[in-house]
């Protein structure tokens, strides 16, 4: 099946910073989680996605077509969110959203009066009285009420109480139930992609280490914590991100079966990744 997104060789440069050679797909009716430490170019990557920012090289597509001459079209299809998003402070909730909507052909306003109501978001509330969790709120309301295919999301989640995050995730879910439906969220929050995420793309200093399947990633590594005496050359070639304490080691594997062979006898801990031991090791291995 065509993918939603499709980037192909596509390098942004800035003074301090690049995204270099970045080619990707995401497929369509999945969540794609965008995870890497600061500044390593996730949103960067949902700006070129949007062509709110252009490349220096490479080419992007959505919904298999280019942006430029067809971005009426293509936008009315995706509902975006930035974390900073600027409204104007003196408008209400009810008129900042008359002038969103009409640039949305397929704009429902019974579904983001529905979206209000379950967010706890009164139309006549100005602006700047909302906190920067309820403007999160407010941008996610003009996301979902377009019925977009694709919603390209800058960290949805960042300023919510844990207990909205949660909720939130539930909608998407939701929204995923509808297998034309496409999610790409970039997130510090990485335990709510170790439950949903379909997809996990980890970029660092601008450069993509890896597209995958979250399921893969958890079935490849695991996380071993053991007593030094374990550690000979052959183990500790095995190990990405490896760190040694006083009593003992903890790092990732890839060659899990090196050290289940050690058999229990030994007091070595095996255990399944999340995406944030997966960050953190690929991190620690980078800085060694
Ligand atoms: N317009 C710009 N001009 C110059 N540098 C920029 C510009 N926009 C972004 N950058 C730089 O590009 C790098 C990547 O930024 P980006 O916002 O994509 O990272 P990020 O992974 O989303 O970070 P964070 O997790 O902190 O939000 C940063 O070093 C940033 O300073």
Redesign the pocket.
Known sequence: MEPVVSMKNVSKR????A?EQVSLMIPRGYLTG?I????????????LMLDL?HPDEGEITLFGKHLAGNERVIKSRIGFLF?QTDFYGDQTVNSMKKMIAPFYDSWNEATFHGYLDRFGLHPETKMKKLSQGMTMKFSLALALSHDAELLLL??PTAGLDPVFRRELMDIFSEILQDETKTIVM?T?NTRELDERADFVIY?DR?EMIFNRPKDELFQQYAVIKGPRALLDDDRKGTLIGMRQTEIGFHGLTDQVSQWEALGSDHPLVVEKPTLEDILYYFQMEKRS
């Open positions: 800035y003074d301090r910073f995204l965008i890497g430490p600061n500044g390593s170019g996730k949103t960067t990557l949902i700006r920012i974390a800058d960290e970039a510090h970029v601008g």
